[in-house]
């Protein structure tokens, strides 16, 4: 049932992720990888957020815990795809670029996650 | 068609993560050795197939789809936030440099592995 379920929801959250990098036309917005930084930083929100809410909800059940972390934000979000942009925008030189991707990625990462955490901690 | 090869793909993806991270369960005063090695393997194998410059098919079903959900930015990101809140600041410190080092060069090594060995 489990393994089922994280297949099912895994799909659905790479599945998501390409039609995300779809509908951004271009999915370097002015050589900028606007789309995976949108898919990381509203997937840590979201993982962190649903973690917290899920401790408060004990009678949440097990399979869907799982289904909904490790299947769908967990296929949503991706660090394969951030480290190959990441070496595409030194390659292509645009270094400062890839500086601001690097930091937008990890202190904005950090900043989601608490922003969800902080949120689902606090509404009763 | 490719969204079929994306969605198959992802389920694999997921699935073993999910097979990789009961095998190595998280907790808060821990290495999280199971997020590590799936980041690190992931990248590498993205890397190699962009190397190795594979058709547009087995890179929806192998890029998008499994490695991209094979690999996770927002567990990476719960767990420096956990370490952080228990104040684990030294592992914090480890996990968070060998993660974003050792992905970037993972997939440099792959990218070269690739190429090498499909030329």
Redesign the interface.
Known sequence: MV?MM??????????L??LFGALIPSTYFMGFPVSTLGI?LS??F???WF?TWVTKHPSFPDWAR?AIA??F????????????E??HLVEKNHLLYSILY?IC??IG??L???LG?EIAKNKD | MN?LL??????????C??LI?KYFPSSANRFPLGTFII?II??L???LL?GCMVNEKWMFFLG??F????????????E??RF?QERQHSLLLLY?TL??TL??L???MG?FIGKFMCS
Do not use: P
Request: hydrophobic share 45%; charged share 5%.
């Open positions: 393994y994280v297949g099912i929801t895994g799909a659905i959250g790479a599945l992720r390409y990381n997937g840590s979201g993982l962190s973690f799982t490790t299947g934000i967990g296929s949503f979000t991706t660090f394969s795809t951030f480290n190959i990441l070496i690097f990625s990890t990462g950090y989601f996650s608490r955490y | 969204i994306i969605a198959i793909g992802g389920a694999l993806g997921a699935l993560r999910f991270s980041n992931g990248s194998l993205l890397g962009l998008t789809g490695c991209g959900a094979f690999t996770t930015f927002s567990t990476l990101q719960w420096i936030l952080h968070l993660s974003y992905g970037i993972s997939s440099i990218f």
